[in-house]
């Protein structure tokens, strides 16, 4: 069979590749070739491979877009960890006016003005952002005691713990001096200090103020503001330390999904040093002008690119919970899975000798923030969402659910279901900003004749039940029962909460 350059092309590579190829210089002239009606393996005259099945065609019709777009979907996808937590330092930057060492200190607990993936409300926060790049610095918490105690933990760029303070921390109670160092330091650790290698620049916190016994939320503020964060240089005359109250102030912390997401990522990527599994990734970053040291200058293409992969990403994550996978329930039986989904090895970083798993790292990190080092086999706290409905239906907008809490919970301390909003895993915006019941609230709110509680989730209170409801405002709804100090009745499964229903 005889053909034209022209015509072979087309019928082998598709119209627009073939096309393309066709327009370069060395194919101006119209000659005929001589090729069989079938190629492939065994083919007298042909190689055994090496071209694209028989009548196959290209699908892709602009491949400097298409490249851009695979490229960034997986970014996303890859760099969910950094940009969460680098998120907080945006937004605290942008919007409290902070700066690096400034610490967060709330005077109350948190409402939907801190929009923040799943966030208590039971405890206040404190947090706060530094950066080694400018030199060491040294992190002065208070010692546990009679006042409160502090438990949270200090990540890295990457938002995995390098170091837990408190009764549970490196000072163990005792408070002390963290020093935190950067990448590559080798001067000497000064004595007294609490040593913390870092191995990115840009370091954050985020402590939970727990009130002591018979002390308030305002006795644990005043407790969090006897620490202290400054540069080792500063050591020998600390700065007087400022505090930021964001109580009463919108601090949107939540990640971008559009082309602004891979602005933070050039943030974090751009910055920090690369490890060594991370390399292929940078190297296809290039491709979104995402590089070590240089400005970020992404052309239209490129940004149209990144915008919809980070409106996809948003999607597919979506998708994946809406299937959350039932191998990680934490009850077979139930609808519940625990909100620290820990990789194989119990720590967070879903780092193994062959891999790194990434889609189950952003799924963890799509809807939740700073994680424990490792979990153990039994945790401090338990975190129950709600997947779905007693039924296994997923759990809809504008719906009234309820869930009955026995009388007698395993917990040594106390309970309370919080709801988020589905959507972007942070509390619900309501005229009342309530966003928790608790087991602290038990007095306020009409209980069964056998002493559990029912409590009711969705737009409107049922008539009479206002004190057992949490509003929705038309949102889709994430219940999650928190327990702090889970017995081991709970922690061996031997409890079993009910499941969410429909009222």
Request: some cysteine.
């Amino acid at each position: 069979m005889a053909m034209t350059r022209r015509e072979f092309y087309k019928l082998a590579f598709g119209s627009a590749v073939g096309l393309a190829v066709l327009r370069q210089p060395a194919f101006a002239e119209e000659k005929l070739v001589k090729i069989p009606m079938k190629y492939g393996a065994g083919d007298k005259g042909e190689t055994a491979s090496g071209l694209p099945p028989v009548n196959a065609q290209c699908s892709v019709d602009d491949f400097n877009y298409q490249i851009k777009y695979q490229r960034a979907f997986e970014a996303v996808l890859w760099n969910m960890p950094a940009v969460a937590i680098y998120s907080f330092r945006r937004a605290a930057f942008e919007h409290l006016g902070m700066k690096d060492n400034d610490i967060i200190a709330y005077s109350k607990t948190a409402t939907p003005h801190l929009e923040a993936i799943t966030a208590n409300s039971t405890t206040p926060y404190i947090s706060a952002f530094t950066d080694l790049q400018k030199g060491p610095v040294v992190l002065e918490v208070p010692a546990a005691g009679p006042e409160g105690s502090l438990y949270g933990q200090i990540v890295d760029a990457w938002q995995f713990t390098i170091a837990g303070v408190g009764p549970s921390g490196m000072d163990e109670g005792k408070g002390g001096k963290y020093l935190l160092t950067p990448p590559g330091y080798k001067d000497e650790i000064p004595e007294g200090y609490l040593h913390v290698p870092s191995p990115n620049y840009r370091v954050a916190f985020a402590f939970r103020s727990v009130p002591a016994p018979g002390k308030t939320a305002e006795d644990a503020y005043h407790y969090s503001k006897k620490m202290r964060m400054y540069y080792l240089s500063e050591a020998g005359n600390p700065p007087t330390q400022k505090f930021v109250d964001p109580a009463n102030k919108r601090y949107p912390t939540l990640p971008y999904y559009d082309e602004r997401h891979f602005d933070d990522m050039h943030s974090v990527a751009g910055i920090e040093p690369v490890r060594e599994q991370d390399k292929v990734m940078m190297g296809m970053l290039e491709s979104l002008g995402i590089q070590q040291g240089k400005p970020f200058a992404p052309d239209e293409t490129t940004k149209k690119a990144m915008r919809q992969a980070a409106i996809d990403a948003w999607y597919y994550m979506q998708y994946w919970y809406d299937n959350f996978p039932k191998e990680k329930l934490y009850w077979p039986d139930r609808h519940y899975a625990s909100l620290l989904q820990a990789d194989d090895n119990k720590t967070f970083t879903f780092t193994y000798a062959d891999r790194i798993d990434l889609i189950n790292r952003a799924a963890e990190y799509f809807w939740c923030t700073y994680m424990p080092k490792e979990l153990s086999d039994s945790p401090a706290t338990q975190y129950m969402m709600a997947v779905a409905d007693k039924d296994g239906k997923l759990l809809e907008a504008g719906q009234l659910y309820k869930l009955t809490v026995p009388a007698e919970m395993p917990v040594k301390q106390f309970w309370a279901l919080t709801v988020y909003n589905r959507d972007t895993m942070s509390f619900i915006y309501s005229e009342s900003e309530r966003t928790t019941l608790s087991s602290y609230d038990l007095d306020k709110m009409k209980k069964n004749a056998d002493g559990s509680v029912t409590l009711y989730i969705g737009p409107q209170a049922p008539e009479g039940l206002e004190n057992n409801w949490i509003p929705t405002s038309g949102k889709r709804p994430l219940p999650a029962m928190r327990l702090y100090g889970p017995t081991e009745e709970f922690n061996n499964k031997t409890f079993k909460l009910a499941d969410i229903e429909r009222a």
